[in-house]
């Protein structure tokens, strides 16, 4: 833990919902290549947090954040950031698998359209297969690119969700709750795409689901009513927790 | 039967026998129109100018009148409105100012026309000395369209979810980047929906050009914007109470012109609605 590389760092992070004090002097290290899990009641601020990372939270009304979060050692809560090139760096995927109402291929070419990245039909058409590649739906959809992302099966939607990411070459993927739409089993295999991901991605996850963390996740940060409780390499968390709250959560006494 | 069903019977009849009242004299109406006027359609109406004192031919200048009239008022009020619209739904922030214009907005589209045409008589005709043209006609109507086009395309914004935004965005596009293709093509159909009926209402008022652009008779086509033209409602209004011993049956073609050409607005917004929908990309 002590080791290594830091992608993120939160330092005095608070953030205020018009007076309500959402976030309270986060301290918050992510570490690089490596899948972080916040964990922690509903309302205690998980989204909140990881908005904070792409400045999502801009788009909120009367929202106001103090405090330092540097990625890669520049700093993102600050006037002149650059939000297209922070929101490609930092891509996001959501609960709800929220595809366009388009064609898989049109799905993809949004972000690459956006950014200016690739042209000409040839190399599009490259970028996207990579694209869908990385989340293991090329071979399940190569023929049918022209059909309506809408008609795939969640599953297949949520893939595509971080497909649209990836295509952007981010280098850190946030994903919050992306399973609780999911089945048990298509869950597993998001995780299991995630542990691919790792390599070349930071991640971090907001889940509901301890077993989830415990499963898929290196780091974890237990959070309760606006505060970083714990943060610590999952199985330190899950097996000796140093602090009262983070046990008793995880024992699932409330929640 | 139960009681509840007998109830949900009687409901049922009810809300059909009010429907029946709502629907019944349109009906009625286009049935008079059609039955009446129908004999006097001809090409030669359609296509010929009026003569012998409006009582024999054709309306064609009066047809080319409203035809230039509604798509004048479609340049001018369509952009203006869009833009205004996505300027407050998707641009301006929530304050005291915004909602003003917005209740403004609203309460302006409830204001009768004729006040729109002393308006455009005080404001275009005589301050601008545009004087009775094609132009101060075009922008009175317009100034009458907007606040339909704007409310439209306001409620046709609202209801893109909020969502959708929020995937843009957080892909790292640009707040009009956004707009243009996340939110712009879902809004399209009520747009059109909005404009249509503003368009149509256009299209049959006298009030507002009656000092602004109409003329009274002027067999001959526009030559520039600042002529004055014949118009459909205005010259069915002349030829209906000014002309002594005119034939009914070319007033009654008249008004199924017009309604025929307003009906074939609304089919055009049909088929580009359709059209809206398969072809939406990015
Ligand atoms: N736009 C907002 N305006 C005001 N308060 C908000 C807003 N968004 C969230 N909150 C409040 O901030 C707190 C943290 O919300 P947040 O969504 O981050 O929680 P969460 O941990 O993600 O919960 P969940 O597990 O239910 O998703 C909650 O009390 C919530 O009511
Ligand atoms: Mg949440």
Redesign the interface.
Known sequence: MDQMAVKIRAKDLNLFYGDFHALQDIQFSVPEKAITALIGPSGCGKSTLLRCFNRMNDLVENCRITGSIRIDGQEVVDDRTDLIALRKKVGMVFQRPNVFDLSIYNNLLFGLRIHRMVSGKDRILATIRWGLEQVGLWDELKDRLNQNARTLTLEQQQRLCIARVVILRPEVILLDEPCSALDPIATMRIEELLRELKRDYTIVIVTHNMQQAARVSDYTGFMYLGRLIEFGTTSQVFTNPRDRLTENYISGQFG | MSGARVRQNIAFGLMGLVTMLVVLPIILTLWYVVANGIGAISLDFILQPPRNGMREGGIFPAIVGTFILIVGTMILSLPIGVLSAIYLVEYA??NLFTRLIKLAVVNLSGIPSIVYGLFGLTVFVVLLRLGTSILAGCMTLAIMSLPVIITATKEALESVPA????????????KW?TVR??VLP?AIPGILTGTVLSLSRAAGETAPILFTVAAFYLPRLPRSLFDQVMALPYHLYVISTQVPNMPLSLSFATAFVLISLVFLMNLVSIILRAHYRRK???
Do not use: F, N
């Open positions: 922030k929530d969502s959708y935004r929020e995937i843009s965005l957080s892909l790292g596009a640009t980047q293709h996340c879902y939406r990309q990015w």
